[in-house]
């Protein structure tokens, strides 16, 4: 045998010699009788739901470009188009007409009294018997601010759910700050 070959076996002899030897269990050590439980357990179901779940509440309105187009060509006071990115992305392009109410720095936003609202974003807060169009990029931050809309207590809230990239993938017109 090699002088490596033998310091190989050496080194693994070592290693198990220095291992805890396993613990045999004879069979004066197991239970003679067999436990049952008089517990009765209930059968587990998991349910699935998302954080911002809207079940039981009526689904958000969900608009498509052709009825945000027509919305920017004749304005409506009724409706309230809202951007909810942040004010860099907002001053990059906008949809006309849309007012800017970032969802990220300010989500108390609609939460707030109606002078303070004034004084914060310097435009007046939407009132509860106009419609509120939420837009941002994706999609995902407007979905967001219609939850928050809802639980403020608007009941008219609508979603455009294709958002900025829909809207200028489309040639939709913007607008800049």
Not at 62 to 73: A, M
């Amino acid at each position: 045998m090699s002088l490596k070959r033998v310091s190989t076996l050496a080194a693994r002899a070592a290693i198990a010699s220095s291992r805890p030897t396993r613990f045999q269990a004879s069979g004066l050590l197991r239970p003679t009788a067999k436990l049952q439980s008089t517990i009765q357990r209930p059968a587990t179901c998991l349910v699935h739901q998302r954080f911002h779940s809207t079940e039981g509440k009526p689904d958000n309105k969900v608009w498509n470009f052709d009825s945000v187009k027509q919305l920017t060509e004749s304005p409506d006071p009724t409706r309230v188009l809202i951007d909810v990115r942040e004010p860099a992305e907002y001053a990059a392009g906008y949809i006309p007409t849309a007012i800017n109410i970032p969802v990220g720095s300010a989500p108390d936003a609609l939460f707030m009294p109606a002078h303070e609202f004034e004084d914060k974003f310097g435009f007046e807060k939407p009132t509860a018997d106009q419609e509120l169009v939420f837009y941002c990029k994706a999609g995902v931050r407007s979905s967001a601010a219609a939850g928050l809309a809802r639980q403020v207590g608007y009941s008219k809230v609508g979603e455009y759910r294709g958002s900025w990239l829909e809207w200028s993938k489309n040639g939709g017109k913007a607008e800049y700050d």
